[in-house]
T-cell receptor
């Protein structure tokens, strides 16, 4: 079946602009995660959804970052007033139930802030 | 808090050499442990996992054993191939601290013919 998809694959924006990154999880997966991966580093957790609600947003770096999942499927990560330090690959993952279950990752969106 | 410490790279091996990539962890509960692989230009893929102590995960000739006494989950392969060239990430998921994954920094492996 289809895996996790993310759009766009690449996004170049200017400092101060607003961006939206989209994630389409595996069908039927109730849990959805966003991570950020900087060059040469492992992914770092941003936010986790169980269904429509954000169960854990402790990884969001500041209030410029926000994510929604209004119907419990597709999620959008929103970044306001982008800064050069936001440049990274943003990864989305989904899993079928909580508690250490395997997360399946999308290909990521490479965000470049000029 | 929870964390994963992974052997730093890069690692360069000749084809058919033995591979070990060390991974140790710190966790408050009883984590599940994972190895993910990222091939050039591709996304993260699950390589193997173990969900409790003494479990051995295996896939594509790779193995890792969940050692609670040494808090380790070292990745091994007896004979590497050029196609194994990739970045390998050790990760843990601890239900006591939520459902996020904690990743190591990754180890880049290059296998030369």
């Amino acid at each position: 079946g289809a895996g996790v998809s993310q759009t766009p694959s690449n996004k170049v924006t200017e400092k101060g602009k607003y961006v939206e990154l989209r994630c389409d999880p595996i069908s039927g997966h109730t849990a959805l995660y966003w991570y950020r991966q900087s060059l040469g580093q492992g992914p770092e957790f941003l936010i986790y959804f169980q269904g429509t609600g954000a169960a854990d947003d402790s990884g969001l770096p500041n209030d410029r970052f926000f994510a929604v999942r209004p119907e419990g499927s597709v999620s959008t990560l929103k970044i306001q007033r982008t800064e050069r330090g936001d440049s990274a690959v943003y990864l989305c993952a989904s899993s079928s139930y909580r508690g250490g279950n395997t997360q399946y990752f999308g290909p990521g969106t490479r965000l470049t802030v000029l | 808090g929870d964390s994963v410490t992974q052997m730093e790279g890069p690692v360069t091996l000749s084809e058919e050499a033995f591979l070990t990539i060390n991974c140790t962890y710190t966790a408050t509960g009883y984590p599940s442990l994972f190895w993910y692989v990222q091939y050039p230009g591709e996304g993260l893929q699950l390589l193997l996992k173990a969900t409790k102590a003494d479990d051995k995960g295996s896939n594509k000739g790779f193995e890792a054993t969940y050692r609670k006494e040494t808090t380790s989950f070292h990745l091994e392969k007896g004979s590497v191939q050029v196609s194994d060239s990739a970045v390998y990430f050790c990760a843990l998921s601890d239900s006591d601290t939520g459902n996020q994954f904690y990743f190591g920094t990754g180890t880049s492996l290059t296998v030369i013919p």
